[in-house]
């Protein structure tokens, strides 16, 4: 079974901290994706990679960093959080065949910033 | 850029009753897939539609593919409680050499028994 994991379920960080936001695949998948998910938008992507060291910017990059530095590692980075960033945030990863790019989630973490 | 609008946002049935959603584009689509997300949960993939016109069936789950490609729809027969959760679209975008995807604004189910 493919696993993807989140540092944390749930995360508490006051405006202006820097936040990590950790996510491991391991089933040697090459895309990972950041999404953030609030009610009535559904999921907005953040970043992508498709591969160690490269990074896409998704449709919401603004305030947000990433580093994949290992191929099973995804981190998103959010160098000053602010309130409006308060939101749930899921991980994915999926393995390029052809076009059938099943995307499998982790379990998400919450972030709320006071 | 690409649009992906899913309608209805919500949607009461009764069980047993039949259940439809539907995810239309402002583009045409290479590919589609649907995703279910149960309350509490994480989005867990259902299907992945590529041809023009093309119809797949999960059990009671019905899934379409518009001709023009333009369009998609996810038809429940027979609702069950264990249905209950948000349905999201998800049309594929290839850029960089890989694809992305773009998620609808979901439809959220719920089942009264």
């Known amino acids: 079974d493919v696993k993807v994991t989140q540092s944390s379920r749930y995360l508490v960080k006051r405006t202006g901290e820097k936040v990590f936001l950790e996510c491991v695949q391991d089933m040697d998948h090459e895309n990972m994706f950041w999404y953030r998910q609030d009610p009535g938008l559904g999921l907005r992507l953040i970043y992508f990679s498709y591969d160690v060291k490269m990074k896409e910017k998704g449709d919401i990059p603004e305030g947000y960093s990433v580093s994949r530095e290992k191929k099973e590692r995804f981190s998103l980075i959010l160098e000053s959080a602010s309130t409006n960033q308060t939101s749930m945030y899921l991980c994915?990863?999926?393995?390029?065949?052809?076009?059938?790019?099943?995307?499998?989630f982790g379990p998400g973490t919450r972030l709320t910033v006071l | 850029g690409q649009q992906v609008m899913q309608i209805p946002q919500y949607q009461h049935v009764q069980e047993g009753e039949d259940f439809t959603t539907y995810c239309n584009s402002s583009t045409t689509l290479s590919n589609i897939q649907w995703y279910k997300q149960r309350p509490g949960g994480h989005p867990v993939f259902l299907i992945q539609l590529v041809k023009s016109g093309e119809v797949k069936k999960q059990k009671r789950l019905t899934f379409q593919f518009g001709e023009a490609k333009k369009n998609s729809s996810l038809h429940i027969t027979a609702t069950q409680t264990t249905d209950v959760g948000t349905y999201f679209c998800a049309p594929a975008s290839r850029t960089s050499g890989t694809y992305k995807y773009i998620f609808g604004t979901g439809t959220r189910l719920k089942v009264l028994a």
């Open positions: 994915a990863s999926s393995l390029p065949a052809g076009g059938l790019d099943t995307q499998y």
